[in-house]
């Protein structure tokens, strides 16, 4: 039998709804779930506009993003999950190149200088819909209507039909922000740097689908502690798990892929198989 996790954070609960295996190896048995390129491109680009948008609203320009960039980069190139990559010179130009795209980006959906900025990376404690809740809001923004929750995203911008299950993160920032202040935000936005904006105002209906999804996740994950059962869910995406190599699902999942032509060239699986 498995302990619940003290808290559950929207990444988990990402996790768990795509693969509760993959769920268990990650936070149950701590098996190391390596941020791949993408990941680390995300995390460059929200360091430097958390920076940026700390400063005075005369100084979030793209010369001060451009000098963040500079100042970031060395702590970011050191980090050993960088390193992991081992990435060619190349490579790192390229990386580089697609975190500075990633981040001037944000000029093409608003301009930062104008935005009342409540707060950057704020960390969320509270109980919603009865599961113990935690989560970083990448912005708080102060708007005419009231409170907006905004979080930056680099990855590449969801089809419409996807875009509810996109949504249901920040609106769950939201209903954390309720349940800890009796503040509820007006507006939550996903920021698809160098792409769109996604924006949803806050409502009762919202708030019910994106709580009440998370609680049943929660139950769900109750049950698969108590049984230790963590069901595999194949698909797609087992050519971007790290557990590959330990899943007999998984790798049967990938092959089957690979030979009929459905399973990308750069999946990190591939080599992992050596298919």
């Not at 190391?32 to 491109?41: H, I, R, T």
């Not at 993003?65 to 050191?78: G, K, M, N, T, Y």
Request: hydrophobic share 35%.
């Amino acid at each position: 039998m498995a302990s619940l996790p003290r808290f559950f954070s929207p990444s988990a609960a990402s996790t768990y709804d795509k693969c509760p295996r993959r769920w268990k190896h990650r936070y149950i048995d701590k098996l190391p779930d390596p941020p791949g390129e993408a990941a680390l491109v995300g995390t460059f680009s929200h360091r430097v506009l958390e920076l940026l948008c700390g400063e005075e609203p005369s100084l979030r320009t793209i010369e001060r993003a451009q000098e963040l960039a500079r100042d970031v980069w060395p702590s970011i190139s050191a980090h050993r999950d960088y390193r992991a990559l081992n990435l060619e010179p190349e490579a790192e130009r390229e990386f580089r190149w697609k975190s500075w795209r990633a981040i001037e980006g944000l000029w093409g959906l608003e301009n930062p200088a104008l935005v009342d900025v409540r707060s950057t990376e704020q960390r969320l404690t509270a109980e919603v819909a009865g599961v113990p809740f935690r989560g970083i809001v990448d912005r708080m923004d102060n708007t005419d209507a009231g409170l907006a929750i905004t979080d930056y995203k680099s990855g590449k911008a969801p089809m419409p039909n996807r875009r509810p299950e996109a949504l249901s993160q920040v609106l769950l920032y939201a209903a954390a922000v309720e349940a800890d202040t009796g503040e509820r935000p007006v507006q939550v936005r996903l920021l698809y740097l160098g792409q769109e904006a996604i924006e949803e105002t806050v409502t009762d209906k919202g708030l019910a689908a994106a709580t009440g999804g998370l609680a049943s996740s929660w139950a769900s994950l109750e049950t698969d502690c108590s049984s230790g059962r963590f069901e595999v869910r194949p698909g797609p995406l087992c050519g971007w798990c790290p557990y590959v190599e330990i899943c007999k699902e998984g790798r049967s999942e990938v092959v089957r892929r690979a030979k009929a032509g459905r399973m990308r060239k750069d999946a990190p699986a591939r080599a992992a198989l050596g298919i």
